[in-house]
Nanobody, 115 residues
Framework: QVQLVESGGALVQPGGSLRLSCAAS?????MGWYRQPPGKARELVAS???????NYVDSVKGRFIISRDNFKNTMYLQMNSLKPEDTAVYYC????????????WGQGTQVTVSS
């Protein structure tokens, strides 16, 4: 069983930046960041394969950058130009096969964008 540990959530003003990190305790294939705003469903924000291929939801394109360090088994989400609507609990997810993304989940980290 692989453990995922997120860090980096905080309170930030609109227009600010944050970097989230997700450290995995073992080998994983694809990884992704999900978020769940208050009272809303969880959505996939960005994903990255082991080879570095990325995908983003339209609402964060041009503002967020997902990356990973396979040697460290760590994934990052650089979030720039943050907006109040980015406020959510952000979850790290990872897959144990090439075809899966969310076999493992982190505990979540709170990101609040507010003045």
């Amino acid at each position: 069983q692989v453990q995922l540990v997120e860090s980096g959530g905080a309170l930030v003003q609109p227009g600010g930046s944050l970097r989230l990190s997700c450290a995995a305790s073992g080998f994983i294939f694809s990884m992704g960041w999900y978020r769940q705003p208050p009272g809303k469903a969880r959505e996939l924000v960005a994903s990255i394969t082991r080879a570095g291929n990325t995908n983003y939801v339209d609402s964060v394109k041009g503002r967020f950058i997902i990356s990973r360090d396979n040697f460290k088994n760590t994934m990052y989400l650089q979030m720039n130009s943050l907006k109040p609507e980015d406020t959510a609990v952000y979850y790290c997810a990872a897959g144990r096969t090439v075809l899966s993304l969310n076999d493992y989940w982190g505990q979540g980290t709170q990101v609040t964008v507010s003045s």
